[in-house]
């Protein structure tokens, strides 16, 4: 075990903890950017899972929808920050209700979302933190853990384990590979009202959470997130000359949806940034899980593109005008 890395101790307490138990779904319950970092773990159990049925849910939409799959052979993992989302605390203790196991993700260990888990792993967070440390590799880790346990599909877990050494460096390079890039157009775009993210698969998740949590939230520039997928059915119509697009590359099966997109956008298009995973260097990471840690990768490098956009348009990151500062 990586004793010096964060959250190692609780993912292996957390398996051994249901490694008896009969799970045949697995819900992926947060909100907002919480919610948005699972989508790569969905991605991973729709491909590569023969026995697990997985599901992403917005918090309240879980307690509405009431899966009829939530039972006592679920697993429910839970996402919040400080662990007191309202609506995420609520579908713990719903879910719980329903027989299944939780396991959470928060910072906090007294939180209300904490005490109504059955299991609780902790993570860092801030943008000095090591990747490895963050919640955005280590919910991918609980997932390949559980293809472990349930289905003997050793490999990439260990493959991850053994790459997260690595990650704070691969991670810093490509920050810095594309720094002058991200200085250069934030400068240039800096006071355009709209920007559109786009990509699919795996890092669709991070798409959203750029558009909603970075750009909506924290810097308050209107912004939508474009499946790569969904582009050509409606969305390609409003690409033109004057329209920003951000659109991520990533290395699992999907990229050929990007790349199409790509295609269009270098014809049709013009404040067009281009985050390629191809541009990583990977070297020192197992190739079978290159995919995955793309869009943890990537994600890293928006949050740069983020700072940037912070300083010229002079909006701090942390400025809120109704998040925890009226009743919603």
Excluded at 212 to 234: D, K, R
Aim: with cysteine; aromatic share 12%; charged share 25%.
């Amino acid at each position: 075990m990586l004793e010096n890395y964060t959250g190692q101790q609780e993912i292996y307490d957390a398996l051994e903890g249901i490694k008896s138990k009969k799970i045949k779904s697995i819900f992926y319950v947060a909100c907002g950017g919480s919610s948005a970092l699972t989508y790569s773990s969905k991605y991973i159990l729709d491909r590569d899972s023969k026995t697990l049925f997985a599901e992403v849910y917005n918090s309240n939409e879980f307690i509405y929808r009431s899966p009829a799959k939530l039972n006592e052979n679920s697993l429910v993992i839970a996402i919040s920050h400080l662990g007191n989302t309202p609506e995420t605390v609520e579908a713990a203790k719903f879910s719980k209700r329903k027989g299944a196991t939780v396991i959470s993700f928060t910072q906090e260990s007294n939180s209300p979302l904490a005490k109504n888990s059955d299991y609780r792993i902790h993570y860092k967070y801030g943008p000095q933190v090591n990747p490895a440390d963050s919640r955005n590799i280590l919910i991918i880790q609980l997932t390949m853990g559980i293809l472990k346990i349930k289905e003997g599909q050793t490999s990439k877990y260990n493959a991850l384990v053994s790459s997260l050494p690595k990650l704070q460096k691969v991670t810093h390079d490509a920050i810095e590979y594309y720094s002058d890039r991200l200085s250069r157009y934030v400068n240039q775009y800096k006071n355009e009202e709209m920007f559109y993210t786009m990509a699919s698969g795996s890092n669709y998740g991070v798409a959203y959470t750029f558009a909603i949590c970075i750009l909506m939230e924290a810097l308050w520039i209107n912004s939508h997130a474009i499946h790569a997928g969904e582009y050509f059915h409606g969305p390609f119509e409003i690409t033109d000359k004057n329209t920003p697009f951000i659109l991520l590359l990533g290395l699992d099966e999907t990229r050929d949806m990007e790349e199409r997109a790509r295609t269009f956008l270098e014809q049709y298009g013009k404040k067009t940034l281009l985050l390629d995973a191809k541009d990583f260097d990977l070297s020192e990471i197992h190739e079978s899980i290159h995919g995955e840690l793309s869009s943890v990768i990537l994600l890293y490098v928006l949050r740069s593109l983020s700072r940037e956009f912070s300083k010229v348009r002079n909006h701090p990151l942390d400025t809120r005008r109704y998040m925890h500062k009226v009743d919603y």
